[in-house]
Each structure stands twice: as C-alpha cells, then as structure tokens.
C-alpha cells in the first residue's frame, strides 16, 4: 500500500523539497550532537544514522563521507550571511549574524574540533576555512565596499572585521568560560566592531 495515497499498489513519489530539507538538517544535528559527545575520530556514521533515524545509505548520498558531514555542517553555519547579502540585508545585520551564529554551541563545537584535528587533517582545516571564515571575510567586504565606497583596503579591513567580531568573547567561548551572547549582546558586539574598523579607516595615517 502506497503510504501517501493509501491505494493498494501504487507508489509513493518522490519526497518533496521541503521532506528532503528536513532530512538533512536532522541528520546535521545530529552529526554535530556526535561530534560534541564522541570527538571526531569517535564519531561514525553508523552512530550518526542510527542518532538520525537514517540509514548509511542517505548519509553517504548526501554527504560522501565523514569529512563531507562536517563540512555540510560547517557550510550551513554560513549559509544565511550570503542569504542575507542576496536578500539586502546591512552590513551591522550581517554582522549580528555572524557574532551570533559563531558563538553559538554548533559553531563553537566544529571549531574546537577543527583545531584539535588540524596537524592530523591538514585538508579538513582547510577545507574549513575555506568554507567558512573565507566566505564570511568575502561577504563582509561585500558589505563594506557596497556602503563604505570611499573605503581603501577593503579586503584587509573586512578580515580585520572578521576578527573583531570573534574577539576575545570568542576565544572564552571555545575555552568553556563563557555563554553564548543574547541578540542584543551580539548586536552590540557587531556595533563596537563596525566603529572600530570604520574609525581606523577615517583615522589619518602617522
């Protein structure tokens, strides 16, 4: 019996967009759930599938490997600063996002890891990088150029920004010292970063 349309013998279409989504989301937290339990050489995706109520199979389709699942997550971290940069968003929204974001549990979790993994997965740091810290220096340039025409050196101040908007809450955070900020801690933290990356810029050189 088709589990859709309840008729004996037909057959259930293809799952819809949405079905597809929520699929991989569940399995994404669930893969980080591992990986903050068990470490990444701990983490299998047997115990990720079985955390997921997925089979290996839709895990390995979706993501090819153990490598591809963090990345996925790592990627998904970062998918809303370009949602945001297509969708119009500000540049002190976008950093707001980000503060938020990579002070949060997730991302403080994948960083940790990362860092712990680097010397023995050289490729895997920086695949991360890459995927992550790079594109949001891009779009935080992005940004900057696009409401700061007059701006020299873009590229060195959005990464300059990037830096900023870590800091060191950022560092308390990976060392456990720290919770993760509320909206309006973040939002402030976005402001103090954007004036001081912006005051270096106006300020004349010795």
Not at 150 to 156: I, M, N, T, Y
Request: no cysteine; glycine share 8%; net charge neutral.
């Amino acid at each position: 019996m088709d589990t859709t349309t309840g008729r004996p013998g037909a057959r259930r279409g293809r799952p819809r967009r949405d079905e597809v989504e929520a699929r991989r989301a569940a399995i994404l937290d669930a893969a980080i759930t591992q990986l903050a339990e068990h470490g990444f050489a701990g983490t299998t995706i047997e115990g990720v599938a079985a955390a997921a109520g997925a089979t290996k199979r839709t895990i390995y389709s979706h993501f090819t490997d153990k490598p591809g699942l963090f990345l996925a997550a790592v990627e998904r971290l970062h998918r809303h600063e370009q949602e945001g940069l297509h969708a119009g968003a500000d540049l002190e929204g976008v950093a707001t996002r980000i503060v938020r974001t990579l002070h949060g549990d997730d991302a403080v979790t994948l960083h940790r890891l990362v860092i712990a993994e680097s010397r023995q997965l050289p490729q895997l740091a920086a695949d991360f990088y890459e995927r992550g810290p790079a594109r949001s220096v891009a779009v935080l340039a992005t940004l900057l150029a696009a409401e700061h025409p007059d701006l020299d050196a873009v590229p060195e101040r959005a990464e300059e920004l990037y830096t900023l908007l870590l800091g060191e809450p950022h560092r308390r955070r990976l060392l456990g010292l720290e919770a993760a900020p509320s909206a309006a801690l973040a939002r402030a933290h976005a402001r103090r970063s954007i004036r001081t990356v912006l005051g270096r810029a106006a300020a004349p050189p010795a």
